[in-house]
């Protein structure tokens, strides 16, 4: 982005409405990295008002030290060489001497103690961005420029210990150094003239760089659930039916290996819980055979589904998405054939496409960096590493549902459902901060929450957080739903509520409010319930609660009018004890059951 086009979007951004502010802590002046800042957050975020406040210049730690958690919604913070000592800038004569430079290690090593303490605690409020230093040092150790000198291995030693005790926190993210080398090198960074002349330092592409990887890391897209991938030429190379299994390779001797290191991201994206499936126009049998080479390595029990047949290819992607129950828009689809990919854009505009680039290594070096992109994710939770074998779980469910003269209730009381239940008020559960930030299909009214504001809802003495974890005969499915609210009295009032679309059609939206109503021996359930385009099956599910059409949000539902519309539910209900005690808990008149009890639930 150019500097006249951040002020563009500054002209056009929305002027009403509650902000969205960023506080940014720097020790130079920040000038235009302010600027492009917040016009890359615009073009993230175009109906939002977006306000982005500099701290002041040449006191980085001090800054930070002055941060208002309750005032602002994130932190951005753009470390460089000055802010851990002035004579690693070029603004302070303080000395470059030889004998200056154990002094300058001692002085840097506290400056990032004093800088991560500081950044530990903003970020149990705050999401919080940190880039390390971009810039190259100036030529203060004796040595040739040439030669890596004890000096800058020790500061760089210092450096990484700071960035891993940072990234201990769930909330901090740091700027990949290396995806800044790869668009914006070191020579091309530092602006002399400007920083001796206004304390900036950066030049304007690198500094619009370093803002849009800012944003990115605060507002960006999460990451894409699902890959759909051809095979022929894509995942191996050749055309298996008329190579034959044996034909179709993968490998240096054979000069096609590229397509084994396919095969191994494609692996690697399904330990990490990316669902992958296979759309190629194929002979079932003779893919199965090459599924079964010993040699391969993206194993067959890493997708679901395989849809192999003679038909269009977009046919075959209705069908995995109707599997996954995802989204076109989250899922990415890679073929080597534009006449596929157009076929499969038509039918799915929304849809990423990727060109499988089998003729250009150097090409498929970037495609390799454009999948690590799309998919990569901060963390791997309990709930990725058990995805796949929900979801074929889900499948088996669904292929198993009743049918003919099979009634749904003697099917569920058969399926070994279990139900954990956790009422807490931790904040720290990321999972079910997760669920109610990105779940559409089932959720109350659509409305995400930051962090400092789920901190706050959960610091509140009348508050709760149920957590839900189900599995049943067909497999785990993990932590599902999370419901947020708070008691008042003989009354329940749920402000966010959301399940898991994995876990549809098993009567789990029945036993928790059931639970709810047991457990804090309510009177009735007011639930903030809003209409948006995306939560119908939360609004089919509410429906046959009520007598006539849902009433008018927010909606109440009593006791009474539960019972009488609540059908029958075979699920084994437990209750697990919160992370922190229950006297810290004080979430209901009773205290949170110790221990794990088991009650069997056959009403």
Known sequence: ???????????????????????????????????????????????????????????????????????????????????????????????????????????????????????????????????????????????????????ELQLRESLGAF???CRRSANIKIVSSQSLALESPLADRFDFTSELQSGFPYRAPHASLLAERFAALLRGPGPMKGLITDLDDTVWSGILGEAGVDGVHWSLECHSHIHGLYQQMLESLAAAGVLLAVASKNDPDLVSQAFGRKDILLQAGS????????????????????????????????????????????????????????????????????????FGKTSISTEDSIRLQSLRGRSAFLESAPQGGVTLDAFLETSGARIIFELSRNAGDERAFDLINKTNQFNLNGERIGVSAWSASLGRLDSFLLSVTYQDKFGPLGKIAAALGTIDGGAVHIESWVMSCRAFSRRIEHQTLRYLFDKFDADAISLAFRPTPRNGPLQDFLTPLFSGPIPAPPIVLTRGEFVAKCPRLFHVVEERQAAEAATQAQISANEIISGIRHSGDRG
């Not at 957050?41 to 406040?53: D, K, M, S, T």
Request: proline fraction near 8%; charged fraction near 20%.
């Open 1 to 151: 982005m150019k500097l006249i086009d951040a002020l563009k979007l500054l002209q056009r951004a929305p002027r009403q409405g509650m902000p969205y502010r960023v506080y940014l802590a720097s020790g130079f002046t920040p000038l235009h990295l302010q600027t492009f800042l917040t016009a890359h957050l615009i073009q993230l975020c175009p109906q939002e008002q977006v306000e982005v406040i500099p701290g002041l210049f040449g006191d980085l730690a001090g800054n930070l030290e002055r941060v208002d958690t309750g005032a602002v919604n994130a932190v951005v913070v753009a470390i460089e060489w000055l802010d851990l000592d002035a004579r690693l800038g070029v603004r302070s004569l303080g000395g470059w001497k030889p004998d200056s430079l154990g002094g300058i290690l001692d002085t840097a090593a506290g400056q990032l103690g004093r800088i991560g303490s500081r950044l530990e605690q903003i970020s149990r409020a705050l999401p919080v961005v940190v880039s390390l230093p971009t810039l190259p040092l100036p030529p203060i150790s004796f040595g040739p420029s040439h030669l890596e000198s004890d000096f």
């Open 163 to 165: 960035a891993v005790n």
């Open 303 to 374: 997708v679901f589904p395989f849809e192999v047949n003679w038909g269009p290819k977009s046919e075959s992607v209705e069908r995995i998405l109707k599997t996954w129950n995802i989204g076109a828009d989250a899922v990415l689809f890679v073929d080597d054939s534009p006449m596929e990919l157009a076929e499969v854009g038509r039918a799915f505009p929304d849809m990423q496409r990727l060109a499988f680039p089998r003729e250009d290594p150097d090409e498929f070096w970037r495609f390799l960096g454009k999948l690590r992109q799309a």
